[in-house]
């Protein structure tokens, strides 16, 4: 089992900042990716960002040149860096983490971001 915890979350007005954390531990050897998600209240949860160990970032199109993911494969950390904050922004964000190709069923509290216009 994958224990995720994030971390960062926060109001902020538009056109601020945010740095989120996530934290894997547990059952994590074979860690090829990571990523962030976000869930509105009335919407499904939706890919964000994803960076493999290799450094390979995908970013979804609304967030690209404003998000930045980083990993760092030694704490097992992965980051989120969102810029240019919007109130469509706003929901809780998860982390997840792959392992050997496959995205784990384990999720994380989640931490909430709201973004006031």
């Known amino acids: 089992q994958v224990h995720l915890v994030e971390s960062g979350g926060g109001l902020v007005q538009a056109g601020g900042s945010l740095r989120l954390s996530c934290e894997a531990s547990?059952?994590?050897?074979?860690?090829?990716?990571m990523g962030w998600y976000r869930q509105a209240p009335t919407n499904q949860r939706e890919l964000v960002a994803t960076?493999?160990?290799?450094?390979?970032?995908h970013y979804l199109d609304t967030v690209k040149g404003r998000f930045t993911i980083s990993y760092d494969n030694a704490k097992n950390m992965v980051y989120l860096q969102m810029n240019s904050l919007t109130p469509e922004d706003t929901a809780v964000y998860f982390c997840n983490a792959r392992l050997n190709g496959i995205w784990s069923r384990d999720w994380g509290q989640g931490t909430q971001v709201t973004v006031s216009s």
């Open positions: 547990g059952s994590i050897s074979g860690i090829d990716a």
């Open positions: 960076i493999t160990n290799g450094g390979m970032a």
